[in-house]
T-cell receptor
């Protein structure tokens, strides 16, 4: 089983739709969890950290399910500008937050 | 001006050539990283450095070397480039001084390297 797995997509959704991505991780002792966003041929940028209690930032909600070893990202009221690849990122146990393990990403296209 | 810069942005070279990719940052961060990204694959860590005197191999360091010339500069070298090193290379920085341990990594714009 790969360390971090994501559905590559693409997810094609109309503007205004709600879309959710899941990501599974293999190491149950993983410490920290993040969602990064990467536009085509650009650098990854932190979208949000994922906390055990779940967290929300505007239209974006992230949740962690340690029992099932997955994290999720929910985007409400999708905008054209949300079109990007969303990377699930996990840190292994004991490594500290500097050692990131990236998923291959889920591609989202928001259609007018 | 960008906080993390990489030069060159694009480079085409031939097999066997020595190549250096440079990264500079103005964020004042102590930690710096080099990653490569291949189409359809996740980012893979090549090397990382906690400070000028602390350099560590990542998961795919074979065929690469690095130099931390100063806190703000971290360069990646391919001593003898080969075609399977064709990839998008990213430099990143982070600050170890934040409380809670979740230091965010900030990425440079990337260098697209093609080895013929």
């Amino acid at each position: 089983r790969k360390e971090v797995e994501q559905d590559p997509g693409p997810f094609n959704v109309p503007e205004g739709a709600t879309v959710a991505f899941n990501c599974t991780y293999s190491n149950s002792a993983s410490q920290s969890f993040f969602w990064y966003r990467q536009d085509c041929r650009k650098e990854p940028k932190l979208l949000m950290s994922v906390y055990s209690s779940g967290n929300e930032d505007g239209r974006f909600t992230a949740q962690l399910n340690r029992a099932s070893q997955y994290i999720s990202l929910l985007i409400r009221d999708s905008k054209l500008s949300d079109s990007a690849t969303y990377l699930c990122v996990v840190t292994p146990p004991g490594a500290g937050s500097y050692q990131l393990t990236f998923g291959k990403g889920t591609k989202l296209s928001v259609i007018p | 001006d960008a906080d993390v810069t990489q030069t060159p942005r694009n480079r085409i070279t031939k097999t066997g050539k020595r190549i250096m990719l440079e990264c500079s940052q103005t964020k004042g961060h102590d930690r710096m990283y080099w990653y490569r990204q291949d189409p359809g694959l996740g980012l893979q860590l090549i090397y990382y450095s906690f400070d000028v005197k602390d350099i560590n191999k990542g998961e795919i360091s074979d065929g690469y070397s690095v130099s931390r010339q100063a806190q703000a500069k971290f360069s990646l070298s391919l001593e003898s480039a080969i075609p399977n090193q064709t990839a998008l290379y990213f430099c990143a920085t982070s600050d170890s001084g934040l409380a809670g341990g979740q230091d965010t990594q900030y990425f440079g714009p990337g260098t697209r390297l093609t080895v013929l």
